[in-house]
Every structure is written in structure tokens, then in C-alpha cells.
């Protein structure tokens, strides 16, 4: 068949779930992790690993960016590795009681495009460029924002009241999620936001599949279809 028939044939929307690494995916970039869905359509999905930490802290990430950090208790705040694309760019997963103008709404390439490092390196053009702020609300509770402001905001203990940061993101083209499915690669669930923002990151992965009412330590490659 295919690749349109296949497309066609299974859809599916996995916006807002996880997807749980089954114990053989042997792709080192995924092995045992548990990545957020922030948008999934026909034309692919872009989501977020949450359970990698990096050797880097938010206190470090600010010093690069020159930015102040006035509440100290955030210093070892952990940056995660959002997946293997574009991995010098950052996001920010969080909640949305931070007031995000409506109008800096976009579709995820525009975030992806939108580098921290490199905005900030260029102050005078700030203002006039509008995807600086760019964010796509992904539900009633969550956005996904590619934003300085964000960052400037919880380094003054001005953010959002629940957030993750990372570096990078993780994409699937045009029907290459639902054929990882198939072939058993990921187990899918609704995501639980207390999994993203309050279980220890270690924790997260074996905690996501038991959603399912899973022990991910007990099942193996072959076994067990999403």
C-alpha cells in the first residue's frame, strides 16, 4: 500500500497523551522515556520527552542567557531533553494561567524556528519580531511556548505556576506515529499532569504505563499493543 492509504487508515489523535517507550525500543534517542504529545494531526506529530534531565540546571541556562535569577530556589530547577531535534532551541511546557497574548498563537514550526539563545542575542530586533512570544495552546490547561518572556517570567517568580523546560523537541512525519504503533514501538495513554510537573522524573516512565494498569519492567517488546 501506500504511504497516503496507510495515512488514511489509521489516524489517530494523540494530542495531550503520552507515549510510554516499550522496554525493547532500542533507539537510544527514546529508550525508556515517556514524551508529551503537544500536537499530532495528518501531517505528523511534535512532542516533548519529559523524563531525560540534562547536566544542566535553569540557574545555568539563565547565566547563558544573561538573565538574572531573582528567586534562588529555583537554581537546580532541571532542563530535560525534549527529543533529538533541534536541540539547541528551548520550550517551555506549562500551565496556562500565565497570560499569553492571544495574538502570539501559532502552529508549532514557527515555535520550533524560535531559538532562546538566538532571540536574546539580538535585543534591538525584539519588539518587531512577533515570534518571539510564539505559543500554541494545546488544551484548557496547557500551552507549549518557545518564549523569552516565559523564561525572563519564572527567573523573577512571575510564571506560570507549573512548567518544564527543555531543550529540543521530538517529530514524526506524516504518519510515521502511527506506524511506530503499529509495529508495537509505544504504548499511548491520556496524559496525566501531575505525571509531567509533580512525579520525579525518574519515576515517570513506569508511572505513565501503569495509568494503563502496566508494570513497563513486566512486558517486553512483542507484548502488549497501545
Not at 497570560?99 to 532571540?119: F, L, M, Q, R
Amino acid at each position: 500500500r501506500c504511504q497516503k492509504d496507510f495515512i488514511a487508515e489509521n489516524i489517530m489523535d494523540l494530542t495531550n497523551h503520552f507515549i510510554i517507550a516499550m522496554p525493547g525500543l532500542a533507539d537510544p534517542s527514546f529508550s525508556k522515556t515517556v514524551s508529551y504529545i503537544c500536537q499530532h494531526d495528518s501531517q505528523g506529530a511534535m512532542g516533548l520527552t519529559i523524563n531525560r534531565p540534562l547536566d544542566i540546571a535553569f540557574d545555568e541556562l539563565l547565566t547563558q542567557l544573561n538573565i538574572p535569577l531573582d528567586n534562588r530556589s529555583l537554581a537546580a530547577t532541571p532542563i530535560y531533553q525534549g527529543g533529538p531535534v533541534d536541540t539547541t532551541h528551548g520550550f517551555i511546557l506549562h500551565s496556562n494561567e500565565f497570560n499569553v497574548p492571544k495574538d502570539k498563537a501559532g502552529d508549532p514550526e514557527k515555535h520550533i524556528n524560535s531559538s532562546i539563545e538566538n532571540n536574546l542575542a539580538k535585543p534591538a530586533e525584539k519588539k518587531a519580531s512577533s515570534h518571539l512570544s510564539q505559543t500554541l495552546k494545546i488544551n484548557d490547561y496547557l500551552s507549549v511556548s518557545s518564549s523569552v518572556e516565559i523564561i525572563s517570567a519564572i527567573a523573577r517568580n512571575e510564571g506560570p505556576q507549573k512548567y518544564l523546560i527543555t531543550l529540543g523537541y521530538s517529530g514524526w512525519g506524516a504518519g510515521q506515529l502511527e506506524r511506530e504503533m503499529s509495529e508495537n514501538a509505544w504504548l499511548h495513554v491520556p496524559a496525566d499532569h501531575q505525571i509531567i510537573f509533580d512525579t520525579p522524573d525518574k519515576l515517570r516512565w513506569e508511572t505513565a504505563a501503569k495509568q494503563m494498569g502496566i508494570d513497563i519492567h513486566l512486558i517486553s517488546s512483542e507484548s502488549g499493543h497501545a
